[in-house]
Nanobody, 125 residues
């Protein structure tokens, strides 16, 4: 079974930084497109960024451009979301999601089959 585990969330002051990790257990992420999402209380889930299995950044939301960077480390079997200059409106639960390259639509960053449990990010002074 595909399992994704997010980590790295926490409480940070405005202007601070965090790096989130999305790790996989018992399978390799090499053949998966990975997306990062977030959901704040009372709001719809928002896709933040997406990276292909070939290490190409396919999508970054306007709301985080210039502040958030997605990357992947094939050796570590982990996808990261580096977040800098955090703002209170970035407060949310952050999730990573995966879709295998054999799935129709895998490259669109709109189709995901597997989700992690999420990690809380709170930006507050």
């Amino acid at each position: 079974q595909v399992q994704l585990v997010e980590s790295g969330g926490g409480l940070v002051q405005p202007g601070g930084s965090l790096r989130l990790s999305c790790a996989a257990s018992r399978f390799t992420l090499d053949y998966y497109t990975i997306g990062w999402f977030r959901q704040a209380p009372g709001k719809e889930r928002e896709e933040i960024s997406c990276i292909s299995n070939t290490d190409s950044v396919t999508y970054t939301a306007d709301s985080v451009k210039g502040r958030f960077t997605i990357s992947r480390d094939f050796d570590a079997n982990t996808v990261y979301l580096q977040m800098v200059n955090l703002k209170p409106e970035d407060t949310a639960v952050y999730y990573c999601a995966a879709v295998h390259i054999t799935r129709q639509g895998y490259s669109t960053c709109r189709v995901f089959d597997f989700w992690g449990q999420g990690t809380q990010v709170t930006v507050s002074s």
